[in-house]
């Protein structure tokens, strides 16, 4: 798992995201088999994500509806991106 204060790799990332879905198929009590039958996703990618961390959009949607997780997705590139204070100036009057 990465820290907030290192820069993180896009496979650090992925990693950490497929540490987190184990956590909460344990917490569900969810055997992979389990998590596949409720998903939709083969039992293949599942592994696949757990073991290599690789997965695709659509799989990892359904994996997060089956867990209950689906509304973590709605911070996901959320935060606005401003390059100078006079853009967090100019958003506050917006009421953004």
Known sequence: MFSLLDEPMPGDVSAAIAERMVARRKEHKMSQTDLAVQSGVSLGSIRRFEQRHEIS????????FALGCERDFESLFARP????I???????????
């Open 86 to 96: 006079d853009d967090v100036i100019a958003a506050r009057k917006r009421g953004a």
């Open 57 to 64: 959009l659509t799989a990892l949607v359904n994996i997060a």
């Open 81 to 84: 991106y401003y390059e100078t």
